[in-house]
């Protein structure tokens, strides 16, 4: 079944390839400097690194996967705090892996769009984007899983052009405040000290389940998910996180 789903996903991905293409590689704009984002008081474009909220809840995400190794790794630790996750998805990787994907979807955690191949899309033709999004999205669909309309902008460089094309073509945009830094490989005691040391209520953190080897980031997962629990909280998806703000009242937009 995966052999023919895996099928039908690298057929359409191959339609979006050549549509991708179509949209050149070209640089439109000169962009802000990363690191420049608007104030919580901006557009809807804006970014959301973090949720005001009462809720005792905390994000957890996870970039640059599936990945077959670590992935079904940290779903099983996630499991076994009773917490869920939300997994910002590469498309070669979702290619690769689907069966990846149903893991996630089928824990409980939300599978979201982290473009196709992790390039910076800051700066670039809004067809680029656009293109880049969408292809991610079509393998996504094909795969039948529940679908989630936040993304994450690949190293979280963007600007408000790029901005502008994802907010419409229907998705809200997740940064994270709480930044692990696991790519640097810390000791997992360390990474987790640095969250728990900052960590508070509507916080989103950022986590990677791809992009290299993840055993110290799956060790540091169990501790920061101890640690919350001692202290009350709970780990949710991004989507539910959002969900306990008041409506009408917009969400920490912008804060770092």
């Known amino acids: 079944m995966f052999m023919h789903l895996t099928r039908r996903v690298l057929t359409t991905a191959g339609i979006a390839s050549l549509l991708l293409l179509a949209a050149g590689t070209g640089l439109a704009r000169a962009g802000r400097k990363h690191g420049d984002m608007p104030p919580a008081s901006s557009s809807r474009n804006a970014?959301?690194?973090?949720?005001?909220?009462?809720?005792?809840?905390?994000?957890?995400?996870?970039?640059?996967?599936?990945?077959?190794?670590?992935?079904?790794?940290?779903?099983?630790?996630?499991?076994?705090?009773?917490?869920?996750?939300?997994?910002?998805?590469?498309?070669?990787?979702?290619?690769r892996y689907p069966g990846v994907i149903r893991q996630e979807a089928t824990q409980g955690s939300e599978v979201c769009n982290h473009g196709y191949s992790h390039?910076?899309?800051?700066?670039?033709?809004?067809?680029?984007?656009?293109?880049?999004?969408?292809?991610?999205?079509?393998?996504?669909?094909?795969?039948?899983?529940?679908?989630c309309r936040l993304f994450r902008f690949p190293?979280?460089?963007?600007?408000?052009?790029?901005?502008?094309?994802?907010?419409?073509?229907?998705?809200?945009?997740i940064a994270a405040n709480v930044d692990t830094q696991d790519w640097r490989q810390p000791n997992p005691e360390k990474m987790a000290a640095?969250?728990?040391?900052?960590?508070?209520?509507?916080?989103?953190?950022?986590?990677?389940?791809?992009?290299?080897?993840?055993?110290?980031?799956?060790?540091?997962?169990?501790?920061?998910?101890?640690?919350m629990a001692q202290r009350g909280l709970h780990a949710v998806t991004v989507s539910q996180l959002l969900a306990t703000v008041p409506h009408g009242r917009p969400p920490a937009a912008g804060e770092e």
Request: charged letters at 20%; hydrophobic letters at 45%.
């Open 194 to 227: 640095h969250v728990l040391g900052r960590l508070r209520a509507g916080d989103i953190i950022l986590l990677h389940d791809g992009g290299g080897v993840r055993s110290r980031t799956v060790q540091a997962l169990g501790l920061i998910l101890r640690g």
């Open 119 to 147: 390039r910076i899309l800051r700066g670039r033709a809004d067809a680029f984007v656009s293109g880049d999004v969408r292809h991610t999205q079509i393998m996504l669909d094909g795969l039948g899983v529940p679908r």
């Open 155 to 173: 190293y979280l460089a963007s600007d408000a052009a790029s901005r502008s094309v994802v907010t419409h073509l229907g998705y809200r945009i």
């Open 47 to 95: 970014s959301i690194w973090r949720v005001s909220t009462a809720a005792p809840d905390v994000a957890i995400t996870f970039d640059d996967g599936p990945d077959p190794m670590f992935t079904p790794r940290m779903l099983a630790v996630l499991n076994r705090f009773g917490a869920v996750g939300t997994f910002f998805v590469l498309g070669m990787q979702v290619a």
